[in-house]
Structures are given as structure tokens and as C-alpha cells.
């Protein structure tokens, strides 16, 4: 989202806008993986919290305050570097 906020198409035929935010998102998913393996987050951090149980372990093992946001810490990292 914030990369297609700031190269998004301003008018509906700005191809070249489109393709340029397509280019950055492409880099950014690649990096993310590449440093964590995944872009899934059940698989991020291991727990499917789609289920109340999973939910629950997710909540007993802390992965929201201690996982979550160091992968949030590393995707605002990484957006700076791309749209420097």
C-alpha cells in the first residue's frame, strides 16, 4: 500500500506508474523473503491464527508483541530502502 501511494497510477492510464509500483512491490516481497523465508504469516510465525487455538498460542507464546513486530520493524526498514 505504501509503496502504490507513493508511484500509483494518478490517472487511469499511467502504465508506467503501474509497472514501476509493480517493479517495487516485486523487489520488496523478494527481499522479505529472502530475509524471512516467507511472506505467510502463519508461517512467519509459526501458528495459525485463523483458529482460536492457534490464536491462543500465538497470544501464550507472545509471537504478536515479540515476532510480529520485529517482521513490521524489518518491513518499514526495507520500504525505506526502496523508495529512497
Not at 9 to 35: C, H, I, N
Not at 52 to 76: H, I, M, N, W, Y
Amino acid at each position: 500500500m505504501v509503496i502504490g501511494l507513493k508511484h500509483g497510477k494518478a490517472r487511469p492510464d499511467d502504465e508506467a506508474a503501474k509497472e514501476k509500483t509493480y517493479q517495487l512491490v516485486r523487489g520488496f516481497v523478494s527481499r522479505f523473503r529472502e530475509r524471512h523465508g516467507s511472506i505467510t504469516c502463519r508461517e512467519l510465525i509459526n501458528a495459525d491464527i485463523s483458529t482460536p487455538e492457534g490464536l491462543q498460542a500465538a497470544r501464550d507464546r507472545q509471537l504478536f508483541a515479540t515476532v510480529c513486530s520485529a517482521l513490521v520493524k524489518d518491513t518499514v526498514e526495507t520500504l525505506e530502502e526502496l523508495l529512497e
